[in-house]
Each structure stands twice: as C-alpha cells, then as structure tokens.
C-alpha cells in the first residue's frame, strides 16, 4: 500500500468516526442500544488465564523437543538446496541482520530474548524482547483479511477456547522464513496454539501450511519459562550494529580487525 493510499484510508476511516460515532452503541438482542462499558470490558478480560510476567526460552525443552524439518516441494526443495550451497560456498548470509529486518513468524517467537504478554478487551499483544517487534493478535471476532497488507509479523486474529488462545496469521512479509532458507509467500498461513501446560511453564506450536513451498504442514513449537528476576530490556539492532552484507548478502565485514595472536 503506497503512502498516499494509506493517507487516504486514515482519512476515510476517521470520517467515518466522525460520523457515525454515536453509532458505536450495540444492539443487545432485544432491539434496544446500549453502549459497552469500559468496566465490564475489562472484567472479561480478568477472567482470561493469568499470563502476567517476563517470559524466557526454556532452553532445556527447546532442545529435547526438535522438529521435523520442513517437507517441501521439488521447487522449493530446489531453492533450498541452492541456498545451503551458498552457505557452504560463502558462509552464512545475514542481510536482514545487517539490515536489522525482524525475522517474522514463527522466528521473532524463537528468540533467546524474553517476551511479554498484555491483554485489553479483544487483544491480545505479544512483545519481543529481539527487535522489539510489537505483535497484535485481535479476539474481537473479526474475520482474516481476504486481501491482506503483507507484514513482518502478518494479520493475526485468535479466539479463546478454554485457558487456550488459538491465532491464525496470514499476509506475511516475503523477506520472512518459515525455517532458516525457506521463505514465506502470500500462500502461507500460521496456526497458533497458546497455552500453559503448567505452572510457570508456556509453550506456542506451529502448524505452518502453504502449498507453493510445503509439501505437507509444518509443525514446530517453542517453549517459555516464567522469570521475573530480569525484565524486558531495551533492543536497537542498528546501535553499534557492525554487520555489513555485499551485494548478495553473503559478504559480512564485521567493523573490526581479529586479532592476531601469532
């Protein structure tokens, strides 16, 4: 969406407010209006699981619980193959890093940074620690966009069933993977399970399916801790960021000189 569009849809949004702002009351079944009350809102939201907290990577459930690695077309299966080529030929490529680009869904989510969960009446919102990404899962019932805007972190909307938050994402940002060298495209769609499975313990699967890449879904998960001894702390990737990519990405030149200790 151009800057001028998007100018234009903000216009034509706060009109709308404008006009029809009395409109904002609801239909209560009986056929009168009321208007939500902002206490009320907030009631409901107190009876959601507490998730309150800093949450950090369970490293030890990280590792024992490995995931099949993706199953993928001969197509994709030929990028990917073309892509471990490099690496072996020119070592890893880390242009997004040097361009401080967030990795997207499902791998801001896999992180070793903490992140933090806050609920207001129909959202839920999951901050990253890395990269400070912002993500906004809507529980108000709307549906996905047919026609989505394409997003680092997607167009996410969820529901609750039971303690469990269930999120669908969809229009993810092509320069995003669903595993390292596999790339998503406007045919990805992310299936989310959140919940706690004990005390102190969060854990979110993946259920990623796309047809132009994936040969069937894949399925991953990441696995949380409750630690509030640290909290959520500041992340600038372009502070001090030495990386450097060439023309292709591959060539990184760190900003330093390596010592040498002959």
Known sequence: MTFSARLAQISAIGAAFALAAPALAQDDGTG?????DRATAYA????????????????????ADR????????????????????????????????????????????????????????RVTIITEAYEQIRRIYTDGRELPEDPDLFFNGNSVGFWEGDML??????????????????????SHVHEHIYMP??????????????????????????????????MREYVCAENNRLQSGEDGANIDLGFDVLDED
């Open 32 to 36: 009168d209006e009321f208007t939500p």
């Open 44 to 63: 409901e939201v107190l009876d959601l699981p507490d998730w309150t907290g800093i949450w950090y990577p369970d490293w030890g459930r990280l590792f």
């Open 67 to 122: 995931a099949r690695p993706p199953q993928l077309t001969p197509a994709a299966q030929e990028t990917f193959d073309a892509y471990q080529e490099s690496i072996r030929e020119n070592g890893p490529n880390q242009e997004a890093q040097a361009q401080c680009l967030p990795p997207g869904i499902p791998g801001v989510m896999q992180q070793p940074y903490p992140i933090e969960i806050l609920y207001s009446p129909g």
């Open 166 to 187: 269930v999120v669908d994402t969809v229009g993810l940002h092509p320069e995003t993977n669903i595993a390292a060298g596999i790339k998503h495209t406007e045919a």
């Open 198 to 231: 004990g005390p102190e313990e969060l854990v979110i699967e993946y259920t990623i399916t796309n047809p132009e890449v994936l040969s069937e879904p894949y399925q991953t998960k990441v696995a949380y801790r409750l630690d509030n001894e640290f909290p």
